[in-house]
């Protein structure tokens, strides 16, 4: 016969010890002993009350808490007449005058004796802990030395310096307490074997499961608990919240080499709302540092590179408007703009605006995707493209071989991918476009009917350039503590007039410049001329210089990362990011030049 699992609350160590004895003698319980008294009981039982025990015992107060906090049926472990007797009567010999005090286990009984043995005893019961103080300060007053009570009454006997005769439970009462839950649950085992079955069902699923009560409290989990995953639990707490106050909420975090898919609904039994979660694991396609897929859920709020000033800027004018129309269709969306115009930032406002903000958003950079990892991205059973209702974005798809983009053209018509998820692309417009940019083009326009969203380059924007700025000096007062107001009239003109060949990137850059030097209330006339001045200079060299090409490839290379290297003041993830390769290859180039250099 299956053991019954019992979990035992003692308020003080000689009843958990004594319990642990008597329960060695049997073959029916498998049982858990953990000592803690009313609350600290109480915050016990809580704790260990979704490791599926079927009864829980305890005595007293500390009984009558666990049972107020937790659904798992509580037997109490009573005080017997005998139990009081004998404290009664080892009270005897004290010369000074005694009270019982306690909850009603132990008065009720304590009045039945004393009114059966006609014993002149007060008797003090506490309805709550706060009761315990005053009412034991009270019988002091009157002449009180010594109380015969529990582990409560002990305590603050010991505080008011009278003695304390603490009222055991006896081994019949622990006994008979046992006895009583064993029955309880044999009583209701046809209810306890549906239980098992499920439970025994949902662990050999390759998920795992969760439910919080009404108060958000773990009230079923079909971990094992010596196996509990920490790293898992605390991505649930990340997200309890959002799971207890939104229902049908799906999430996906990566951490190192595998992926959590978190899904929730809420369940309605007795008019009570219940949260359950699911989660599933499944290998990453890369690592966690890879820059070729990258995972965001709204509740997380978007990364930096999605969230500084483009929001800003895609939310002046029309094309704030055409966002907010194309957030409404669930059609594919092709993204296009020069360099620096926030085509990222435009995806993301599509996703969190759109049908499908409740599931993860997945960031493809086909800048980074060599062969083997397209294909491994095409047909592994783990890619993001093999999930349903999320959003993809693919960014940089002009960046794919012409091998790779007829393989991503065949998997959409076969898997009809834009009809399970919400597709977004995006394509980097410049003078002189690639053919691959072109062919992706017009199979995204023609062929899979995408709505188009152009970004326009800032020089076509001069009209929204005051607002865009506005918008990014407030938000650059409060990181720097200044208070600009914004720019002189002649300031303003002059970047109006700038063309701005780095776009919205090139903007940012110049206003973080002009905040930093400015001290005053308005950026002025001649600190604009003076940083787009220098602007001017670099985008002449930049368009002026060239290279020597009577040289290896290998030194092209390392010379073209050198100079983006210093555009970007040596941070190697910008250039990286810039030149579409990874950090690793841009550290082995450098590297393997400064080994020859040394040579």
């Known amino acids: 016969m299956k053991k019954i699992k019992m979990l035992a609350v003692a308020p003080y160590e000689g009843m958990a010890e004594a319990i642990a004895t008597i329960a060695k003698e049997r073959n029916d319980i498998d049982l858990t002993v953990q000592t803690g008294d009313l609350s600290t009981g109480k915050n016990i039982a809580i704790e260990l009350s979704h490791n599926n025990y079927d009864v829980i015992i305890s005595r007293g107060g500390t009984a009558e808490l666990i049972r107020s906090a937790v659904e798992i049926p509580v037997v109490e472990v009573s005080i017997s007449v005998y139990d009081v007797l004998r404290a009664i009567k080892l009270a005897e010999n004290y010369s000074g005058k005694f009270v019982i005090a306690g909850f009603s286990g132990i008065t009720h009984y304590a009045r039945q004796l004393c009114d059966l043995l006609q014993y002149d005893i007060d008797i003090i019961t506490f309805t709550s802990e706060e009761d315990a103080l005053p009412a034991l300060r009270d019988a002091k007053k009157k002449g009180c030395k010594l109380v015969l009570c529990d582990m409560l009454g002990s305590s603050i006997a010991k505080k008011l310096w009278l003695n304390a005769i603490l009222i055991p439970s006896g081994a019949e009462s622990i006994t008979d307490a046992l006895n009583e839950a064993v029955e309880l649950v044999h009583s209701s085992q046809y209810v306890h074997k549906q239980k098992d079955l499920f439970q025994a069902l949902l662990t050999a699923e390759d998920r795992e499961f969760l439910i919080y009560d009404p108060a958000g409290k773990l009230w079923f989990s079909s971990f094992v608990i010596e196996h509990t995953n920490t790293s898992l639990m605390n991505i649930v707490q990340n997200y309890i919240k959002t799971f207890l106050k939104t229902p049908d909420q799906t999430i ?28 599933q694991q499944k290998d990453a396609l890369f690592s966690e540092e890879d820059l070729g897929i990258t995972i965001y859920n709204k509740s997380d709020g978007m990364p930096s590179d999605f969230t500084n000033y483009y929001s800003s800027s895609n939310n002046v004018g029309d094309l704030s408007n055409m966002i907010e129309q194309y957030s409404k269709t669930n059609t594919p969306v092709l993204i296009i703009g020069e360099v620096g115009t926030g085509k990222d930032k435009a995806a993301s406002l599509l996703y969190e605006n759109g049908d499908f903000d409740n599931a993860p958003f997945y960031t493809i950079d086909c800048a980074f995707m060599g062969e083997r990892k397209w294909n491994n991205l095409i047909s592994s059973e783990n890619s993001p493209l093999n999930t349903l209702h999320n ?209």
């Open 252 to 279: 996906a975090r990566q951490i190192r080499d595998k992926v959590y898919v978190l899904k929730n609904c809420h369940i309605y039994y007795a008019e009570q709302k219940y949260t359950a979660i699911t989660i």
């Open 391 to 599: 959003t993809i974005y693919l960014k940089n798809v002009g960046a794919l071989s012409k091998l790779q983009l007829n393989k991503l053209f065949t998997y959409i018509e076969q898997t009809k991918l834009h009809k399970k998820n919400r597709l977004l692309f995006s394509l980097v417009l410049n003078n002189k476009e690639h053919k691959e940019t072109e062919t992706a083009r017009n199979y995204f326009e023609n062929s899979l009917c995408c709505l188009t969203l152009k970004l326009p380059p800032l020089r076509e924007r001069i009209d929204d350039i005051p607002s865009i700025t506005a918008l990014y000096i407030h938000k650059l007062n409060i990181s720097s503590e200044k208070q600009i107001i914004g720019l002189e009239t002649e300031a303003m003109e002059l970047l109006q007039s700038f063309p701005w060949p780095h776009n919205l990137d090139q903007l940012q850059h110049v206003l973080n410049e002009l905040v930093v030097i400015t001290n005053t209330p308005y950026i002025t006339y001649q600190s604009v001329k003076q940083i787009l001045k220098q602007e001017q200079t670099s985008c002449t060299f930049q368009q002026t210089s060239h290279f020597n090409f009577n040289q290896t490839l290998d030194n092209i290379n390392y010379q073209i990362i050198v100079a983006v290297l210093k555009q970007e003041n040596g941070n190697k993830e910008k250039t990286s990011k810039r030149l579409g390769i990874s950090r690793s290859t841009l550290w082995r180039i450098l590297k393997n030049h400064a080994d020859d250099n040394d040579k």
